[in-house]
């Protein structure tokens, strides 16, 4: 086991306190709390970055392409798992930016939210620039607007899944069961294809999104998983076989599922 001290972030809390009694002894340990909120600790020897933390819930969403992110980057990281009760305890007591997870924080009190923004911070604490490479402005444009396309592809499928975030509770009535059978077909044969058809064309020669790199940048880290995320969380009625039409993006998937670092991960967690 890898001694280290992990103070358990309390519902009255919204910044989680690290002791700084630890050691390193090996590349990478792996270390997962009894307590609650489940909280999973990666240590690497080698990395020179602060111990910060990801908050969010205890299954992929938009905290998987942190954690592979982190993990890849060789970056040290506390992954905070809440259930849905512990985070509405936390969100009610108003001290979250924004009221949401995904969330990064670190010893000193400092956070971030937003999944894109979280990425940008591993990216330039860890070891592998080219995830973001900051000297690069045009670069780092093409990999920002691949970041920023899944606000178009994803707003539709959020709208439906979660009515009442975005005042559409009245699609919740009964009455309206053959609207949303209309709007998930819409979706379907229309408007993600659309989105996936632009997406593919903006895969590179290295096989990665927006750039010819040999080696993914964040945006990939995003993609992934969301694009997996298309292929098996679709709302009822929509086809599973929907990147099929996208090979590139179909190759990309499982190219991003072989890379060694995700294997890795995903052996130590799962």
């Known amino acids: 086991s890898f001694p280290i001290k992990v103070k358990r972030f309390l519902p009255a809390q919204v910044y989680p306190l690290f002791t700084s009694g630890f050691s390193l002894t090996a590349m990478p340990s792996s270390t997962k709390t009894s307590t609650s909120p489940t909280t ?5 020897s080698d990395s ?4 910060f933390s990801f908050h969010y819930f205890d299954f992929a969403g938009k905290a998987d392409a942190l ?10 990281f506390a992954d905070v798992r809440y259930t849905r009760d512990e985070f509405k305890d936390v969100k009610a007591n108003g001290t979250m930016p924004f009221g949401q997870l995904p969330l ?3 010893p000193d009190g400092a956070f971030v939210p937003q999944t894109n923004a979280i990425l940008r911070v591993i990216a330039r604490l860890g070891s592998k620039p080219n995830l973001y490479p ?3 402005v045009i670069t780092c444009g093409k990999i920002d607007a691949i970041l920023d396309l899944d606000a178009d592809v994803y707003t539709s ?6 009515k009442e975030r975005f005042g559409f509770d009245f699609l919740n009535d009964p009455s309206q069961a053959d609207n949303l059978k209309d709007i998930r077909m819409q979706l379907k044969n229309r408007v993600l294809p659309a989105h996936l058809a632009n997406m593919e064309n903006q895969v590179g020669a290295g096989g990665w999104l927006g750039t010819d790199s ?5 945006a990939d880290f995003n993609w992934a998983i969301r694009l997996n995320e298309l292929r098996t969380a679709l709302p009822d009625g929509m086809s599973l076989d929907i990147l099929d039409p996208f090979p590139k993006l179909s190759l990309l998937v499982t190219k991003f ?8 991960y995903y052996s130590l967690v799962v």
């Open 67 to 76: 954690r592979l992110a982190a993990y890849y980057s060789g970056c040290s």
């Open 157 to 162: 499928l959020l709208v439906h899944n979660y």
């Open 40 to 44: 999973i600790t990666h240590l690497f």
């Open 214 to 218: 040999l080696n993914p940048s964040i």
């Open 48 to 51: 020179t970055t602060p111990l």
């Open 134 to 136: 900051v000297d690069d």
């Open 104 to 106: 990064l924080t670190t």
């Open 257 to 264: 599922k072989e890379l060694p670092e995700v294997v890795e």
